[in-house]
């Protein structure tokens, strides 16, 4: 991974992507338990119980808050990661030589692409 990554090249940064991608199932899954901790807590204080029982629903539900928290992360990352290998190949494909972000044009136009991609 790190050869790819060094070597200035598409395949690396895409690889790159595909890596974080990966683990965001693996991280969402574990996030779901999130509302099951918090409505356990919520039970849990309603009915009454030992002081005890609060205490591991909460260290639950935080952990669930920092995984979740961890996957959103990696899900930014790897968006970058994937717009940058687009946008590499975009150039490619198009034989642009330079691209100069403070043409108002193109800033303009990669405002308009990333729009009509999201959408």
Known sequence: MLVLTLRPCTNGIAVDALGMLSTIAT???IDV???ISDNAGGIVEMAGMSHRIPKRTDALDAASNTTATIVNGFAMGSVALVSLALFGVFVSCAGISTVDILNPMALIGG???V???DG
């Open 27 to 29: 991280g969402s899954a």
């Open 115 to 117: 729009l009509e991609l």
């Open 33 to 35: 338990y999130g509302p």
């Open 111 to 113: 405002i308009v692409i």
